[in-house]
Each structure stands twice: as structure tokens, then as C-alpha cells.
């Protein structure tokens, strides 16, 4: 494999891996402001 490409998709992974953390965290966040309200 091109040392480019596996570069590319390590960054990839780490940042789907990333964006996922934080959109389960905002997700709990927002849930948590919900169910105060309520």
C-alpha cells in the first residue's frame, strides 16, 4: 500500500473515532439537559 494513502486513512479512522466520542458526549449532554427540564 502507498505510505500516503495508509497516512491518509489513520487520520481518517482517528478522526471518525474522534468525531464519534463527541457526538456521543454532546448527545449525553443534550439528553442530561432534557431530562432536567423536564
Known amino acids: 500500500m502507498h505510505p500516503v494513502l ?3 486513512r489513520k487520520i481518517f ?3 471518525i473515532r474522534a468525531f ?3 457526538s456521543f458526549f454532546y ?3 443534550v439528553a442530561t439537559l432534557v431530562f432536567s427540564k423536564s
Do not use: A
Open 13 to 15: 479512522i482517528h478522526f
Open 27 to 29: 448527545g449525553t449532554f
Open 20 to 22: 464519534g466520542f463527541t
Open 6 to 8: 495508509s497516512l491518509q
